[in-house]
T-cell receptor, first 109, second 116 residues
Framework: QQPVQSPQAVILREGEDAVINCSSS?????VHWYRQKHGEAPVFLMI?????EQKGHEKISASFNEKKQQSSLYLTASQLSYSGTYFC??????????FGTGTRLQVFP | ETGVTQTPRHLVMGMTNKKSLKCEQH?????MYWYKQSAKKPLELMFV???????ENNSVPSRFSPECPNSSHLFLHLHTLQPEDSALYLC???????????????FGPGTRLTVL
């Protein structure tokens, strides 16, 4: 039931790109993405809804493949501020969010 | 104050103590949530409230007792906890129906709880 995120950790240099994946074993209504910096609260990045609607950051892009029950978060031209742990949260139509184990991203100068 | 606030930020308690965590949201939302975040584990939903009514109890042990006196305040009362309950407890709020996966959740900074 818990979504699986991959990779578990990513190390980048500034300017490099990264993709974080989130897979579910159940049909999804929505996928949420959040970023949590060490010692801070998770911060909302994006929601992707079944049918193609999206809400969120202008500088963050993501995709949602409903048939494969997968979502990917694309981080391009990474900055130091992108460092943190990224969580996907999968939502069934009328149910709660179930969060993945997280992907730890570190960006170095 | 803006956003979602939580007090205290850190709490150390013995297994026989009784303590309470407080959460307040200043966003005009009607849904509030308690999550538990343990090391190397995903965020675990504990309770959901919508317009002061509890709509979700995710099989949480009775030593955790939530209270929601109004849409802006949420408490988590703790008693006879176990060391494995040590974790970061996060409060969140959102607009719209509780449990809805349509609206983003806004998180507080959390309370770091240590049970001795």
């Amino acid at each position: 039931q818990q979504p699986v995120q991959s990779p578990q950790a990513v190390i980048l240099r500034e300017g490099e790109d990264a993709v974080i994946n989130c897979s579910s074993s159940k049909a999804l209504y929505s996928v949420h993405w959040y970023r949590q910096k060490h010692g801070e609260a998770p911060v909302f990045l994006m929601i992707l809804l079944k049918g193609g609607e999206q809400k969120g950051h202008e500088k963050i892009s993501a995709s949602f493949n409903e048939k494969k029950q997968q979502s990917s978060l694309y981080l391009t031209a990474s900055q130091l501020s992108y460092s943190g742990t990224y969580f996907c949260g999968t939502g069934l139509r009328t149910d709660k969010l179930i969060f993945g184990t997280g992907t730890r991203l570190q960006v170095f100068p | 104050e803006t956003g979602v606030t939580q007090t205290p930020r850190h709490l150390v308690m013995g297994m026989t103590n009784k303590k309470s965590l407080k959460c307040e949201q200043h966003l005009g939302h009607n849904a509030m949530y308690w999550y538990k975040q343990s090391a190397k584990k995903p965020l675990e939903l504990m309770f959901v409230y919508n317009f002061k009514e509890q709509t979700e109890n995710n099989s949480v042990p009775s030593r955790f007792s939530p209270e929601c006196p109004n849409s802006s305040h949420l408490f988590l009362h703790l008693h006879t906890l176990q060391p494995e309950d040590s974790a970061l407890y996060l409060c969140a709020s959102s607009q719209g129906l509780s449990g809805s996966s349509y609206n983003e959740q806004f998180f507080g900074p959390g309370t770091r709880l240590t049970v001795l």
